[in-house]
């Protein structure tokens, strides 16, 4: 097990501490990273996310069987830093119950939240967050998929793609254009359920880190007003404050998979035998290690600074924009000395290395990529004035 000291850091409360520890032993006797058949694994996993009780922190609000009132900030990103250790799918089960149904749980109505919730908290329902589109990725508010209102009914056309637990899913929270003002103010939210005629998976996506994902096609597909999430023309806000929730849970995953990387590393380092002694000893091997913890822990540090500041109730879009960043780049960066130190052998398919080598290259471009990250930073800064 990697080194946990960091749960002793000020920003955790010791409820944290204990569950990141039950959720280790946890996972250590439930997952394991050969998976098969993916979309049978992915709802094999959220249903015994859900049946032992860790998918309660993926929703808000004790009344639908959530954890607590609101998302604790700190136990989503310590869940996902101990599942992407263990399995990278593990942590994309547990991460999309939470996206995909955040946006009911901040502003679904008590039929929507009391309809939706406890099924994806017992991993019973499994939810999809369809935001982007073939030409709106980076450039979101240029989404052209649309809901037309007629009478008691919206009549959607279009496409969304890149949807993650695309053709498993059995709802799907989809932004789409109603026209109310240009641009974002002109957007609403909507939840479709898998079988509502008109919607059909178009295409199936096969990913370098193989899950659930497809675009999705909408044709004709009529959706009674009561499936609007929050009020028309507000969905673009709802979408980013969905995100601004889970961004820094994207920190904690590439965090995750940074510690597996470094374990395994170590543990190379330590046994293989060369040049007369093991690969350790060689001062070129400890100037790597040393970089690699580092890494991980500036990384660590910007990302539980940005969750528990969320959860005293600050504004975290500066911070959890650096975490996203820090996190993925230098994650990307540590599983790649990691290959380095298993030499050939870190390349062969399957290798724990290896699949950490593909698990975390999309961490650096969903959710907003690094270089949308950049521009936050830099907006939130310049608009300081100082
Ligand atoms: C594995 C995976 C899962 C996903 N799951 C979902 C999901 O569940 N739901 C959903 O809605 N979407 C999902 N996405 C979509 C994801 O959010 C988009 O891929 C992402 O927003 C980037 O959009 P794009 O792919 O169209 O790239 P583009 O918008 O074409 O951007 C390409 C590149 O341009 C660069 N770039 C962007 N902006 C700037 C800038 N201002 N200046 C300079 N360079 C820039 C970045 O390097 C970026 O990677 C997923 C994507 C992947 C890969």
């Known amino acids: ?26 996972a250590g006797l439930h997952l394991s990273a050969d998976h098969g058949d993916v979309d049978a694994q992915c709802r094999a996993l959220v249903r015994d996310l859900g049946r ?10 004790t009344d639908v069987g959530g954890a607590g009132q609101v998302i604790d900030t700190r136990a989503i990103c310590l869940i996902r830093e101990t599942l992407a250790r263990h399995d990278g799918l593990a942590d994309f089960a547990f991460a999309m119950q939470g996206l995909g149904s955040g946006a009911i749980s901040l502003q679904g109505s008590p039929e929507q939240r009391q309809r939706y919730l406890p099924r994806v908290a017992r ?39 890149w949807i993650s637990n695309g053709g498993i899913a059995d709802f799907y929270v989809v932004f789409a254009r109603t026209g109310e003002a240009p641009g974002s103010r002109g957007i609403s939210a909507f939840i479709v359920d898998a079988d509502t005629p008109g919607l059909s998976i178009a295409e199936r996506i096969e990913v ?13 597909c009529r959706i009674p007003a009561s499936q609007r999430l929050g009020a028309a023309g507000e969905g673009f806000k709802l979408a980013m404050r ?10 904690a995953a ?26 350790a000893d060689l001062q070129l091997t400890q100037a790597k290690l040393a970089q690699m913890a580092t890494a991980i822990d500036s990384a660590a540090l910007l990302t539980y600074r940005a969750a528990w500041q969320r959860d005293q109730g600050q504004a975290v879009t500066r911070e959890a924009a650096m975490a996203k960043m820090v996190a993925t780049e230098n994650a990307q960066q540590v599983i790649d000395a990691a ?33 949308v990250q950049q521009l936050i930073i830099a907006r939130e800064l310049l608009k300081g004035g100082a």
Not at 12 to 17: D, E, I, L, N
Not at 215 to 220: E, I, S, W
């Open 208 to 220: 370098i880190a193989p899950h659930p994902l497809a675009r999705l096609a909408f044709d004709n």
């Open 123 to 161: 991993g019973e329902a499994i939810a999809a967050f369809a935001l982007s589109e073939p030409d709106a990725g980076s450039d979101v508010a240029a989404l052209s998929c649309s809901a037309r209102a007629e009478g008691d009914s919206y009549v959607r056309e279009g496409q969304k793609t």
């Open 52 to 61: 032992d009780g860790w998918l309660t922190h993926a929703v808000a609000g």
């Open 242 to 251: 969905t995100l601004d929730v889970f961004r820094t849970s994207v920190a």
């Open 1 to 26: 097990m990697s080194d946990t000291s960091y749960l002793n850091w000020p920003f955790f409360a010791p409820h944290h501490g204990e569950l990141s520890r039950r959720l280790d032993a946890w």
């Open 339 to 371: 290959v380095q130190i298993w030499g050939g052998l870190g390349v062969v398919s399957q290798m724990p290395v290896e699949r950490l080598y593909r698990d975390i290259r999309a961490l650096r471009i969903y959710e907003g990529a690094t270089e």
């Open 254 to 279: 590439a965090l995750g998979f940074a510690r597996r990387a470094l374990d395994e590393a170590l543990a190379r380092a330590r046994s293989r035998q060369m040049f007369g002694g093991v690969l």
